[in-house]
């Protein structure tokens, strides 16, 4: 009898070889199919469109909400989004602290109070109705995250107690890894959004009534605003001086804001005040008459003197103003230069983003 452990004798009295394990390949993971658009309008679901800022989601939005009573609840101006998007038939509720507006307005603070009495209203009232919910971004810079996903809770169940279908759409780069799946795990469905190609900066110069950041090399932006204030009025709010600015670009006609900590004398402004004082310039500038141009040259450095929700609220505001005024709002941001989420969160601010 051969030791135990052994190998067994061969036929042939030899002994035999160990048997040939056959290594077999993995099954290939399942791929997750993405929800059909029939899904997504169920009555009682709630999903989320995970991607970069794309007008897909509106146009699933705008097939679905087709003969149903709709609400949307988005950073971005109404009339921007009708113009766009037609939405000539949702109900649109403005997200922005912009006072004045004939546009039915709620501002960030109002999370967990007027704005989900707004949501409970709509489903209460409208049976199988439908809501989008564009800017969970500028909802959490504001707000803090932890009482936005709360907030998300508290209107994907009304969705579900009230049979309503629930929308939203989230930028995963202005995310953490956690707090994408914290967002969602608040979800029935998730369905991930293509990625679009960014737009090369146009060679006509400046859109009209478009907010556009150029996120790249700063010369771009400068050719583009040198262009556009050959015939339109416009306000440079720059951490680079105005002297060196004006030697290099053709921009004579242009009126500037310098932020800077030595410099003296008028058209200047403290740094750390650009938050009020330079947002209360844009405003003048862009009432001064439809067509009015800001500039914001060098985003990242804002975050030199504030806080990122400073920072947003300070280019939010810039740009609501410039739609409610009929005016413009151009922006550069040095690639690389803050945090993907925060180039994310900026990004969101603007209707074009030039990479």
């Known amino acids: 009898m051969p030791e135990s452990g052994g190998r067994a004798p061969s036929p042939k009295g030899g002994t035999a070889p160990p048997p040939k394990v056959v290594a077999r390949p993995a099954p290939a993971e399942k791929a997750e199919s993405a929800p059909s658009l029939e899904e997504l309008g169920i009555p009682g679901r709630s999903s989320l469109f995970l991607g970069h800022p794309s007008p897909e989601p509106w146009r699933m939005f705008r097939m679905l909400s087709g003969g149903r009573k709709a609400l949307v609840l988005s950073g971005a101006h109404p009339k921007r989004l009708r113009e766009r998007?037609?939405?000539?038939?949702?109900?649109?509720?403005?997200?922005?602290?912009?006072?004045?507006?004939?546009?039915?307005?709620?501002?960030?603070?109002t999370l967990e109070y007027e704005m989900v009495g707004r949501v409970l209203r709509h489903f209460k009232a409208h049976r199988s109705s439908i809501l989008f919910l564009d800017d969970i971004e500028y909802l959490s810079s504001q707000c803090g995250f932890e009482p936005v996903v709360r907030f998300l809770?508290?209107?994907?169940?009304?969705?579900?107690?009230?049979?309503?279908?629930?929308?939203?759409?989230?930028?995963?780069?202005?995310?953490?890894?956690?707090?994408?799946?914290?967002?969602?795990?608040?979800?029935?469905?998730?369905?991930?959004?293509?990625?679009?190609?960014?737009?090369?900066l146009p060679s006509q110069g400046l859109p009209p009534s478009v907010n556009c950041l150029v996120c790249g090399p700063?010369?771009?932006?400068?050719?583009?605003?040198?262009?556009?204030?050959?015939?339109?009025?416009?306000?440079?709010?720059?951490?680079?001086?105005?002297?060196?600015?004006?030697?290099?670009y053709d921009l004579s006609r242009a009126n500037f804001l310098w932020l800077s900590e030595s410099a003296t004398g008028e058209g200047v402004l403290k740094p750390q005040k650009f938050a009020y004082?330079?947002?209360?310039?844009?405003?003048?500038?862009?009432?001064?008459?439809?067509?009015?141009?800001?500039?914001?040259?060098?985003?990242?450095?804002?975050?030199?003197?504030?806080?990122?929700?400073?920072?947003?609220?300070?280019?939010?505001?810039?740009?609501?103003?410039?739609?409610?005024?009929?005016?413009?709002?151009?922006?550069?941001?040095?690639?690389?230069?803050?945090?993907?989420?925060?180039?994310?969160?900026?990004?969101?601010?603007?209707?074009?983003?030039?990479?």
């Open 153 to 200: 809770k508290s209107v994907s169940d009304a969705a579900a107690e009230l049979r309503g279908t629930l929308l939203a759409s989230a930028d995963p780069d202005a995310f953490s890894k956690r707090e994408r799946a914290a967002i969602a795990s608040v979800f029935d469905t998730v369905r991930k959004i293509a990625p679009v190609e960014p737009p090369t």
């Open 277 to 355: 004082e330079g947002q209360r310039a844009a405003l003048v500038h862009l009432r001064s008459g439809p067509g009015a141009l800001v500039f914001l040259d060098s985003l990242e450095k804002l975050r030199l003197y504030g806080r990122l929700p400073e920072v947003v609220r300070f280019v939010k505001g810039v740009c609501d103003a410039a739609a409610e005024c009929g005016g413009t709002v151009l922006a550069s941001l040095a690639p690389g230069a803050l945090e993907l989420s925060e180039e994310a969160m900026l990004g969101k601010r603007f209707e074009t983003v030039f990479g």
């Open 85 to 109: 998007f037609g939405l000539d038939e949702a109900a649109l509720v403005w997200l922005s602290a912009h006072g004045g507006s004939k546009e039915e307005t709620l501002a960030p603070q």
């Open 218 to 248: 700063a010369e771009g932006a400068f050719r583009m605003l040198e262009a556009a204030s050959r015939n339109r009025r416009a306000l440079c709010i720059t951490p680079n001086a105005p002297r060196k600015l004006k030697e290099r």
